[in-house]
């Protein structure tokens, strides 16, 4: 089983949904890193269960532990270890699952792989893990900014068929974290919210998908041939439960143009290369070419419903289910930190691969 996330800034995460606690441990952070730790804090804490209408009513309080190196809030260069405690595990509203796939969940696939499986709320494969990458991806955000004023914002751009219309460069996401389904538009934020709360009363789930931009990231991150930035990063997005889809800068919509009206034409501007458009999404060749990066990401409904449901148990024998416990309707709001966070790992390890790209 691979664990392990990274090659150069390297994440390796371990636990369970409802273990006693979830934890990871960062290999290749730099020394004198100067981290504040009340910003790994408030990033878990944008991804933690329980804190809204709209989410699992899960009660995490979610607070990272370092517990190696890390000293005097600047970092040694050793590994970096951080421990969080799972508080409100309940692995009682899971005995009915023990012998049963859950549709469209992990469970039989994990169940034929391993012949074994951890039945309470998915074990690894639940996104409990999610939390690890979001203390992981807070330091390689500060890393990243330190290093190169790189900054990444994600937002809620689609939750069902109701779609945010405006232009990835020109959205504004001053009013994004007073909103609880973190969509930068305040009308579309409260229609999404309405139909997440119709489908949780219904017993069932929506889908969304995820806009990110990554701002000043310069030029020449990336590799020509296998390891294209634009291939990490779907690697990555795509690694988060519940994604199905990745596409950057123009993406699926490039394919309807004529290059012509694709191409990014170039200029100058105060002695830099620029292009005019940035249909390529900041990315071109697998090399980042200066320009912002931007991607989009789309994640399926949730799995875990309340209504009932066929499948069939570990005996072959066919049942319905009606599942129990706490899960979100729509996982979309709370991915948002995820998604950063996955982008930040990326680009912190293309960032010190670069240091050894020419003498």
Same mark, same amino acid.
Not at 50 to 58: K, P
Not at 249 to 256: A, K, Q
Not at 282 to 288: D, H, L, P
């Given at each position: 089983?691979?664990?392990?996330?990274?090659?150069?800034?390297?994440?390796?995460?371990?636990?369970?949904?409802?273990?006693?606690?979830? /934890?990871?441990?960062?290999?290749? #952070?730099?020394?004198?890193?100067? =981290?504040?730790?009340?910003?790994?804090?408030?990033?878990?804490?944008?991804?933690?269960?329980?804190?809204?209408?709209?989410?699992?009513?899960? %009660?995490?309080?979610?607070?990272?532990?370092?517990?190696?190196?890390?000293?005097?809030?600047?970092?040694?260069?050793? $590994? @970096?270890?951080?421990? @969080?405690?799972?508080?409100?595990?309940?692995?009682?509203?899971?005995?009915?699952?023990?012998?049963?796939?859950?549709?469209?969940?992990?469970?039989?696939?994990?169940?034929?792989?391993?012949?074994?499986?951890?039945?309470?709320?998915?074990?690894?494969?639940?996104?409990?893990?999610?939390?690890?990458?979001?203390?992981? /991806?807070?330091?390689? %955000?500060?890393?990243?900014?330190?290093?190169?004023?790189?900054?990444?914002?994600?937002?809620?751009?689609?939750?069902?068929?109701?779609?945010?219309?405006? %232009?990835?460069?020109?959205?504004?996401?001053?009013?994004?974290?007073?909103?609880? *389904?973190?969509?930068?538009?305040?009308?579309?934020?409260?229609?999404?919210? +309405?139909?997440?709360?119709?489908?949780?009363?219904?017993?069932?789930?929506?889908?969304?998908?995820?806009? #990110?931009?990554?701002?000043? *990231?310069?030029?020449?991150?990336?590799? $020509?041939?296998?390891?294209? =930035?634009?291939?990490?990063?779907?690697?990555?997005? =795509?690694?988060?439960?519940?994604?199905?889809?990745?596409?950057?800068?123009?993406?699926?919509?490039?394919?309807?143009?004529?290059?012509?009206?694709?191409?990014?034409?170039?200029?100058?501007?105060?002695?830099?290369?620029?292009?005019?458009?940035?249909?390529?999404?900041?990315?071109?060749?697998?090399?980042?070419?200066?320009?912002?990066?931007?991607?989009?990401?789309?994640? +399926?409904?949730?799995?875990?419903?309340?209504?009932?449901? %066929?499948?069939?148990?570990?005996?072959?024998?066919? @049942?319905? @289910?009606?599942? +129990?416990?706490?899960?979100?309707? #729509?996982?979309? $709001?709370?991915?948002?930190?995820? *998604?950063?966070?996955?982008?930040?790992?990326? =680009?912190?390890?293309?960032?010190?691969?670069?240091?050894?790209?020419?003498?």
């Amino acid at each position: 089983m691979s664990n392990t996330f990274g090659r150069h800034f390297r994440l390796t995460t371990f636990g369970e949904s409802h273990g006693s606690n979830i /934890g990871l441990v960062i290999d290749g #952070c730099p020394a004198g890193l100067v =981290l504040d730790l009340g910003e790994i804090e408030s990033e878990v804490a944008r991804r933690r269960p329980g804190q809204s209408r709209l989410s699992s009513q899960r %009660k995490e309080s979610d607070l990272p532990e370092i517990i190696s190196g890390v000293h005097d809030g600047i970092t040694t260069g050793t $590994p @970096i270890a951080i421990l @969080i405690r799972n508080e409100d595990q309940r692995p009682k509203d899971y005995e009915n699952l023990e012998t049963v796939f859950r549709p469209s969940h992990a469970d039989f696939t994990w169940h034929e792989k391993f012949g074994i499986r951890d039945h309470r709320g998915g074990g690894r494969s639940s996104a409990r893990e999610t939390a690890n990458w979001v203390a992981a /991806g807070s330091i390689a %955000k500060q890393f990243i900014r330190q290093e190169a004023g790189i900054l990444i914002e994600a937002w809620v751009d689609g939750v069902g068929s109701i779609r945010l219309k405006t %232009k990835p460069e020109t959205v504004d996401l001053s009013g994004e974290n007073s909103s609880l *389904v973190r969509c930068p538009d305040e009308q579309l934020a409260g229609e999404m919210a +309405k139909e997440i709360e119709l489908a949780r009363a219904a017993g069932d789930s929506l889908g969304g998908t995820i806009a #990110c931009r990554a701002k000043n *990231v310069p030029a020449g991150l990336g590799e $020509p041939v296998f390891g294209k =930035l634009h291939a990490e990063l779907g690697r990555a997005m =795509l690694t988060i439960n519940a994604a199905k889809g990745f596409e950057t800068g123009s993406g699926f919509g490039g394919s309807t143009m004529k290059g012509s009206e694709h191409n990014d034409e170039f200029y100058m501007e105060e002695g830099r290369v620029r292009t005019h458009t940035n249909h390529s999404g900041g990315i071109q060749g697998g090399i980042s070419n200066g320009e912002e990066i931007f991607f989009r990401v789309a994640f +399926k409904p949730v799995s875990t419903l309340s209504r009932e449901q %066929k499948t069939v148990n570990t005996a072959g024998e066919e @049942i319905a @289910i009606a599942a +129990k416990g706490r899960h979100d309707p #729509c996982v979309v $709001p709370r991915a948002v930190p995820v *998604v950063e966070a996955m982008a930040a790992l990326v =680009l912190a390890d293309f960032l010190l691969a670069k240091r050894t790209n020419r003498i």
